[in-house]
């Protein structure tokens, strides 16, 4: 429950935002919905003209918008991206102030994100907060999405008017990478439970059934998932718009669970197999890297696709 100081504070607070992509753009409307003042960038600057017209500020650059701002939030592709923004020539962390605080929604590293965390705190004084969501681009527009916390406590009630207007439910993991360790747990389940989707449909094809009934038919069973429910029917009638999350992002997700796994020592076959699928489907020339993950059901639809 939020309180009256809740909103107060969610009134007054001045939030950046960088990286307006697929699903950056959804929670920065969502924000902007909910009365939150808001100043962007992004690295390319196109993708900042609707949302301005939807009423946010455009700052010139990365480190304007950090001396602007009190919570940055950061939305962008994988972990070089974030060292790039926050570290490299954009200079992020000197326009921050000690009592600023990064919260980086993107899903990357967790060893990474110590590092960065550590060496922000070294360099500026700033927090941060490991962040990472779930819930996709319908979630994000809902302001349903999951969140996995990772940092300080104290950090996690100071993101309070950001988490309030993007998500259902926030549960600080721990330490910081500890929200990242969770996401990629989550994304070790959704990126395999896509290709068994893919698999499951195109056999119920190939078998005779009608696989579009599959999805209403399976809801609410032990096979039900959002998944199957949200890309389910995107297989089956083979749509990929608007593209709600790309092989590309799937495949970075995943061997990313591979190499944490090697490190820890944990056995994970069916997530390597898993990996190398997508490996397929990266080179498959109807699919690649930015295509919708709707169209791994093209890897097994006919014996000749995709090597199947």
């Not at 969610?10 to 950056?24: E, K, M, N, P």
Request: hydrophobic share 50%.
């Amino acid at each position: 429950m939020h309180t009256a100081h809740d909103a107060e504070m969610a009134d007054t607070v001045r939030i950046g935002f960088i990286g307006t992509g697929l699903i950056g753009a959804p929670m920065v409307e969502r924000l902007l919905e909910c009365g939150r003042d808001v100043t962007i960038w992004n690295r390319s600057p196109a993708k900042c003209a609707p949302l301005v017209a939807a009423g946010a500020r455009l700052a010139p650059s990365a480190q304007q918008l950090a001396r602007d701002t009190d919570i940055v939030c950061l939305c962008l592709t994988d972990t070089a991206a974030v060292r790039e923004v926050v570290f490299g020539a954009g200079h992020l962390v000197a326009g921050l102030r000690e009592e600023s605080l990064v919260v980086d929604l993107s899903s990357i590293a967790p060893d990474a994100t110590r590092d960065m965390a550590r060496a922000l705190a070294e360099g500026c004084g700033a927090a941060w907060l490991d962040a990472p969501v779930s819930g996709g681009v319908p979630a994000a527009r809902a302001g349903r999405l999951i969140v996995f916390a990772g940092g300080d406590a104290n950090d996690v009630a100071r993101a309070t008017p950001v988490f309030s207007a993007l998500a259902q439910r926030v549960t600080h993991m721990g330490e910081h990478g500890a929200g990242q360790l969770a996401k990629s747990c989550n994304q070790q389940i959704v990126a395999c439970n896509l290709l068994v989707i893919a698999e499951m449909l195109a056999f119920a094809e190939r078998a005779g059934v009608d696989a579009s009934r599959l999805p209403a038919a399976l809801a609410g069973g032990f096979a039900d998932s959002l998944p199957l429910q949200i890309f389910g029917p995107r297989m089956v009638h083979d749509t990929d718009l608007p593209r709600l999350g790309a092989v590309g992002t799937f495949n970075k997700d995943i061997a990313q669970v591979v190499r944490l796994a090697e490190a820890v020592g944990a056995e994970v076959p069916l997530t390597r197999a898993a990996l190398a699928r997508y490996a397929a489907a990266l080179a498959h020339a109807d699919i690649g890297h930015d295509a919708d993950a709707s169209r791994l059901i093209r890897l097994v639809r006919t014996p000749t696709e995709g090597g199947a």
